[in-house]
Structures are given as C-alpha cells and as structure tokens.
C-alpha cells in the first residue's frame, strides 16, 4: 500500500507551473480578469485571494511553492483572481506589515502570510481590517476572530523521514540539516531522530543549523546547505534529511553526485523540474500540506464560512505525509513497510512523537 497522500500529486503537478509564474511583486492572476462570482452561498465579494511569501520567495521547489500551488488550485476552481508578493532581503517587520496592508486595501480576500515571521504583521494589520479575513502558517499565537492559524505535526512527517532513512543506510549513520536554529525546526529534528532510532536505536545521526536567525540566511542560502551536506557526507552518513527550504537544494545538489540518499522536505522534491538532474537520489520528502491549507482558508472564504482560529494538519487528516514518488524507493518494499507501519501506528495512537 503506498503511503502518498493525495495532496502529493496535487503539489507537484501545480509546482511545474509555479516555475513559469513571475515573481518579485507580480500576480498569478491578474485581478483585473477576476470575474467577481460568489460561492456557494453567493456571499463572496472579495477580489481573491493575497499571498505573501516567506523568506527564499517562490521557486525555492519547497515551502512557499506549495504554498503558490495551492493558491493555483483556488484560482482555478473558484475562478477567482490573485496576488502573490515576493519579500525583500533585509526587509523589516514595517516591510511585512506595509505588504498585507497592501494586499487587504486592495480588497484580496482571505490575505495570507506564509511563515511565521509574518506573526506580528498579521496580528496588527489583522486588526486594521476586521472584516478580511487573514491566515499564518507555521503560527498559531494570533487569535483575532478573523486570523486562521494554520500550523502542522511537523514532527509526524520527520518521524516517517527517520524510519525511512534508517531503513534505507548501510551505514548505520545519517544526518539532519536544519535552516535555523528555532524551536519550528526542532520539531524536525526531534520527529527525525525518534523515527531513525525506532528502527535502529544506536544508529548514528549528524545534526546541523545552518544559522542562529532566519535573517542569516539559513532558509536561503543553497551555498550554506552544500558546505553542511558536504561536511556531513564526509563524517560517513548516507542519507540526508533536510529542513531548510531554499538551502535545501544545495543539500541535494552536493549529496546526489556522491550517490547520497536526500530526503527533502515540504513539497515532493523528487517531482521538482529543478531539481531533475538529482531525482535519482531523493529518496523521498517529508509532506508539509501547506498548499491545501492556502486552498481550504481561500474555500471557506470563497463559501461566506471563514475558517478562523488554530487548524492543525496531521497524519490523520493528509496535513502532514510521506512521499514515495522515486520508483527507487517504492522498490525497497522493507523500507515502504516500515514508513507505512509507522504512519499507520502514529494515527493509530500506538506512537506518540514528542517534541519539547
């Protein structure tokens, strides 16, 4: 039985398409062609949907390009308009307050930020315009009527990445290389190295931050994920699990030529155009359904029933997943089984993953 998730295949069919928007500012639709039809319950009015970009901005074949693939896919049903905006680097928290304004003046409705660093620009611009509703993913500490928290068990996806990695290495040795040094990405690491050490419990794991802060660049950086693989490669692991978004991508650049396994993380990195030359060697990504949170937020908008509050994505309801695209993986039929066992015991509540 295969342990994809359906958003998987939606992710990556939306992420090819993603590579041929434009960015810096620009829109995926132009609202100008926004036909302005209501939902369900004939109450929408709005303009579409406004999406604002976390640092490494779209194209980083991770986070934010699953959150653009969900904002595809409410386009093109609800057959709205939309807005996706770039961050700068360097930019302060004005500079996020200043964007959402942007986007809610303009009339997009529901306006998204996508990654925590957007938690205090929501929650003041949140309440400047009480009657858009807003959403922040990878926070959950707004609790304005109209603010959806969209946040995730991270921890879930990692623990399957661990059985798999575990399962999969020679070696008995292998690795984690997280972004930055926060408590978001230990979530990562701990659901990691519980999941290795449920099938190897002396298995060997290197673990490293690329910076202290996300304004270091360690979610943005290529060069920085290189120099960590190459270092974690040369200590003798032979799989690699990284969190770390756009600097990711230096993470599988550096580890598939040396016949590395890569497990990538977010979206399914093994379906990435980009990333193609190295698919042979991504093992698999741990899932982070950030595009069909974007897509159920623009829905309920779209139908005059907002969500708001926290609404948490697990194993349990396709929030979180593992995906098995790379037909090098659906071979290891021993490795397979023991991902799926451990999603099916993690749903089950026979396993709990703890974080700290």
């Known amino acids: 039985m295969s342990s994809r998730t359906r958003f998987s295949r939606i992710a990556a069919t939306a992420a090819v398409v993603a590579l041929a928007a434009t960015g810096c500012g620009g829109s995926s639709k132009d609202a100008a062609n926004d036909s302005g039809k209501s939902g369900k319950s004939g109450t929408y009015s709005g303009k579409g949907v406004g999406l604002a970009y976390d640092i490494g901005g779209k194209g980083d074949q991770s986070f934010n390009d ?26 302060s928290s004005a500079d996020k307050v200043q964007r959402l304004q942007q986007l809610a003046q303009a009339g997009y409705n529901p306006v998204i930020g996508v990654g925590f660093v957007y938690a205090d620009a929501v929650k003041e611009v949140a309440a400047k315009f009480p009657k858009t509703t807003f959403g922040i993913i990878d926070d959950d500490t707004d609790k304005a009527p109209n603010v959806a928290d969209m946040v995730f068990h991270e921890e879930q996806s990692s623990y399957l990445a661990g059985v798999a990695a575990a399962k999969a290495s020679k070696k008995h040795h292998i690795g984690f290389i997280g972004g930055v040094d926060i408590p978001l990405i230990h979530k990562f690491e701990q659901g990691y190295v519980q999941g290795a050490q449920s099938v190897d419990p002396k298995i060997k794991i290197e673990k490293q931050y690329l910076t202290q802060t996300p304004q270091e660049g360690g979610f943005a950086s290529p060069d920085k994920g290189k120099d960590a693989a190459s270092g974690q490669i040369d200590a003798g692991a032979d799989v690699l699990y990284h969190a770390a978004g756009l600097s990711g991508q230096g993470v599988i650049s550096e580890a598939a030529p040396k016949k590395v396994w890569v497990i990538g993380v977010d979206s399914d990195q093994y379906a990435q155009s980009s990333l193609a030359a190295y698919k042979d060697h991504i093992l698999g990504s741990a899932l982070k359904n950030v595009g069909g949170a974007v897509y159920d937020l623009v829905k309920s908008v779209h139908e005059g ?49 703890t974080v700290k």
Not at 67 to 88: H, S, V, W, Y
Not at 320 to 332: C, H, I, L, T, W
């Open 66 to 91: 699953a959150a653009f693939a969900g904002l595809q896919k409410a386009e093109k049903e609800f057959k709205i308009g939309g807005r996706d905006i770039e961050p700068q680097d360097g930019e």
């Open 305 to 353: 029933k907002p969500k708001t509050g926290v609404v948490r994505g697990g194993l349990e309801n396709d929030g979180v997943g593992f995906a098995d695209s790379n037909p090098k993986y659906q071979a290891m039929k021993d490795v397979v089984a023991a991902v799926d066992k451990a999603k099916q015991d993690i749903v089950s509540g026979k396993v709990t993953v």
